[in-house]
C-alpha cells in the first residue's frame, strides 16, 4: 500500500492534486462549523451553482482564467444574501434557493445556446460533479490556491475569537461594541473564496459535503468549539487525502470519491457517540 | 451624576411608534425592573439602550463608560445556542472582547477575568463541560459571567429566569442582588411584578400609561395597587 502511495506520489499531478485537495478541504472545514451553526448549511450549495453560473459565462466569455470572473461574482452573490438575510424580504433560505437554481438554470442556458465545444453534456457534467480537472492542475492554479488558502487560513486564526463570538451570540457581541456586520461579510467573502475553489475538486454539486459533513461529525464527538474547530480540519485533511488516493488507485471521480469517504467518516463518528453513551 | 438618562425617548421600529414620552433616570448602584405586558415595547427599549436600535425621537445621555461599549447583556437564548459545541470557559471568556480596540487574542487579564467571573457564578468547576449539556440555570449563569467579563459597571438583563424551575429562580434573583450591593448598577426586563416589587429600587412599568419611580411610590401608585392584587389574588388562588 505504502509502495503503491509512493509510486503514484513520484508524479507531479498527483502531487498538485493533493496539495490543492487538502488546502480546500482545510479551508471549507475551518468555516464549515461557523456556516453549520449559523444554520447557513446551505449558502455552500446556493453559492457554488452562481459559481457554476459563472464558469458558464466564462466559457461563453472564451476566459482563459475563469477564476478571475467567477470570483467576484461568486463574493457578489454572497454579500447579497447575507444583507438580504438582514432586511429579510425574502428569508435567508428561500434567498439561498432561488439564488442556487436560478444560477443553475441561467448557467446551463447560456453554456446551450453559445456552446463553442462539441460535447456539452460532457463539460456540464464536468462542473457539477467535479472533474478530472484537479488531475491535470497548472503550476500557476496550485500556486493561486495555495495564497488563497493561506489567506483564508490566517484571516480565519486572527479573526477566531470574534467569529466565535459572533456565531455563539450576534445580539450579545453586537451591544457589546462588536462590528458583527463586518464579521458576517468576512465570513461570507471567504466561504465565497473556499467555495470558487472548491469546485475544481469536488464540483458545484457536492462542496456542500466538503463544508458540512466534517464539522457535523466531529460535532458528535467534541465539546469545545476549539476542538470542534481542530477536530473537523483533521477530519477533513485526512478524508479528502484518502479521498483522492483511492479515486487515483480505484479510477474512481474524485469529488464523489472524497464526498464518499466523508460520509462514511460521518457514519463512523455517529457510531462511536452513541457507543459512548 | 446619572449614568443613563432618558428624555422624551420613543421607541419603535420601522418608524412605528411602540412607546412615547419615555422619561427616567438611572444612577449608579439602582436596581430598575422594566415590567409591562407582551408587546408593550420592554425589548424594545432594551435594544434601544443597548444601542442595536436608534430611538425615534428624543435624546439619550450615556455616562462616559457606557459609551465605550461597556455594558454587560443578557439575552434570551436563542435557538443556535441550543445545540453550540462551546466549553463554559469559551463562552465566558468572550464577553471579554468589547470595546473598540483591535485584538485578536485573549490576554491574559482576560483570562483571569473570566475565572474571577467564573468563580463569581459559582461555575468554576464546570469550565470545561460542553454549554449545551448543561441545565437552564447553570446556562443563565455562564451567561451571566460573561456579561460580567464585558462591564463593571452596568448589567442589562432580558427576563433573565423565563424557563427556570421556581427553586433556580429563587437563586438567580438572589445572585442579581447579590451583584447589585457589590455596586452594580441593574436593569431588568420582568414578567414577574411580586419579585420586582422585592428586589428592585425602582419600577418603570410601560402600558398604555407609563410609570417610573421608586418601588415605595409604585406600590402606593394606583398602577402599582392594582397589578400588585391581580398578581396578589393569583398566587392566593
Not at chain 1, 15 to 34: D, E, P, Q, W
Not at chain 1, 124 to 144: N, Y
Not at chain 1, 219 to 248: D, E, N, P, Y
Not at chain 2, 148 to 165: N, Q, R, Y
Amino acid at each position: 500500500m505504502l509502495e503503491l502511495i509512493m509510486f503514484y506520489m513520484g508524479y507531479e499531478f498527483v502531487r498538485y492534486a493533493l496539495i490543492v485537495g487538502v488546502l480546500i478541504a482545510l479551508c471549507s472545514s475551518l468555516l464549515g462549523v461557523t456556516l453549520v451553526l449559523k444554520r447557513f448549511s446551505f449558502i455552500g450549495d446556493g453559492l457554488s451553482h452562481v459559481a457554476f453560473g459563472g464558469i458558464a459565462i466564462a466559457s461563453v466569455l472564451n476566459l482563459t482564467n475563469k477564476m478571475y470572473l467567477v470570483l467576484p461574482i461568486t463574493i457578489l452573490c454572497a454579500v447579497i444574501l447575507l444583507k438580504n438575510g438582514q432586511s429579510a424580504k425574502i428569508k435567508g433560505d428561500a434567498a439561498i434557493a432561488m439564488i442556487s437554481v436560478g444560477a443553475l438554470a441561467l448557467g446551463y442556458l447560456l453554456m446551450n445556446i453559445f456552446s463553442t465545444s462539441s460535447n456539452l453534456s460532457g463539460d456540464v457534467c464536468t462542473t457539477l460533479f467535479g472533474s478530472t480537472a484537479i488531475l491535470t492542475l497548472t503550476k500557476d492554479e496550485v500556486i493561486l490556491c495555495v495564497v488563497l488558502s493561506i489567506i483564508v487560513v490566517l484571516c480565519f486564526i486572527i479573526f477566531y475569537n470574534k467569529i466565535f463570538a459572533v456565531t455563539f451570540d450576534e445580539t450579545f457581541s453586537k451591544a457589546t461594541g462588536i462590528k458583527t456586520d463586518r464579521y458576517n461579510l468576512l465570513i461570507a467573502v471567504l466561504i465565497a473564496v473556499i467555495i470558487v475553489l472548491a469546485m475544481n475538486l469536488v464540483g458545484s454539486l457536492l462542496i456542500s459535503a466538503l463544508v458540512i459533513f466534517p464539522a457535523l461529525s466531529v460535532m458528535r464527538i467534541f465539546k469545545s468549539f476549539k476542538q470542534v474547530t481542530i477536530a473537523s480540519a483533521v477530519l477533513s485533511v485526512v478524508c479528502a487525502f484518502f479521498g483522492i488516493m483511492i479515486s487515483i488507485i480505484a479510477s474512481t471521480p474524485v469529488g464523489s470519491t472524497i464526498v464518499a469517504v466523508d460520509v462514511t467518516a460521518f457514519i463512523i463518528c455517529s457510531i462511536i457517540e452513541k457507543v459512548k453513551r | 451624576m446619572s449614568l443613563l438618562e432618558l428624555k422624551d425617548v420613543s421607541l419603535g421600529y420601522d418608524s412605528q411608534i411602540v412607546v412615547e414620552n419615555l422619561n427616567f433616570k438611572v444612577n449608579k448602584g439602582d436596581y430598575l425592573c422594566i415590567v409591562g405586558e407582551n408587546g408593550s415595547g420592554k425589548t424594545t427599549l432594551m435594544k434601544t439602550l443597548l444601542k442595536l436600535t436608534p430611538p425615534l425621537a428624543g435624546v439619550i445621555i450615556r455616562d462616559d463608560d457606557l459609551k465605550k461599549g461597556e455594558i454587560g447583556y443578557l439575552p434570551q437564548q436563542t435557538l443556535v445556542q441550543k445545540d453550540f459545541p462551546a466549553s463554559v470557559k469559551e463562552i465566558v471568556l468572550s464577553g471579554c472582547q468589547g470595546g473598540k480596540k483591535f485584538k485578536p487574542f485573549y490576554t491574559k487579564e482576560d483570562k483571569k477575568n473570566a475565572e474571577k467571573n467564573m468563580k463569581r457564578m459559582d461555575i468554576l468547576d464546570l469550565q470545561n463541560e460542553c454549554y449545551k449539556d448543561l441545565s437552564g440555570g447553570q446556562k443563565q449563569r455562564v451567561l451571566l459571567a460573561r456579561a460580567l467579563c464585558a462591564t463593571k459597571s452596568i448589567l442589562l438583563l432580558d427576563e433573565p429566569v423565563s424557563g427556570l424551575d421556581p427553586m433556580v429562580t429563587m437563586g438567580m434573583y438572589e445572585l442579581i442582588a447579590k451583584l447589585n450591593k457589590e455596586g452594580l448598577t441593574v436593569i431588568m426586563i420582568s414578567h414577574d411584578i411580586s419579585a420586582s416589587v422585592k428586589y428592585a429600587s425602582h419600577i418603570l412599568h410601560i402600558s398604555k400609561k407609563i410609570f417610573f419611580g421608586t418601588k415605595e411610590e409604585y406600590i402606593q401608585s394606583d398602577i402599582g395597587k392594582f397589578f400588585l392584587m391581580s398578581e396578589g389574588g393569583k398566587e392566593n388562588a
